[in-house]
Nanobody, 124 residues
Framework: QVQLVESGGGLVQAGGSLRLSCVAS????????MGWFRQDPGKEREFVAR????????YYADSVKGRFTISRDNAKNTVYLQMNTLKPEDTAVYYC?????????????????WGQGTQVTVSS
């Protein structure tokens, strides 16, 4: 089992930036990829970005492409999400998650371990 702890959320004005961190511990050697998701109350959990653990290949949702950057530090078992040019519609609880599946997926149900989430609020 992998344990994930997110941090870095907060309140920011539209146009501002935040950097989220996700520290992984436990059986991290079995992780194939890590992803960031977000969820607003009353809405389904939404894919944001994904990174493959071994080669760093990334993939983004269209809604964040060009504004958000996912990266990793293997030595620290940490994944980051740099969020720039934030918009009020980016407001949500952000979660990091791991998957052992080799097949590319952005479906939340295909991710096995989840953090507790960190709140991001963007004011207009």
């Amino acid at each position: 089992q992998v344990q994930l702890v997110e941090s870095g959320g907060g309140l920011v004005q539209a146009g501002g930036s935040l950097r989220l961190s996700c520290v992984a511990s436990g059986r991290t050697f079995s992780t194939y990829a890590m992803g960031w998701f977000r969820q607003d109350p009353g809405k389904e959990r939404e894919f944001v970005a994904r990174i493959r653990w071994n080669n760093g290949r990334t993939y983004y949702a269209d809604s964040v492409k060009g504004r958000f950057t996912i990266s990793r530090d293997n030595a620290k078992n940490t994944v980051y999400l740099q969020m720039n040019t934030l918009k009020p519609e980016d407001t949500a609880v952000y979660y990091c998650a791991t998957t052992n599946r080799v097949l590319f997926t952005t479906t939340p149900g295909d991710y096995d371990c989840w953090g507790q989430g960190t709140q991001v609020t963007v004011s207009s």
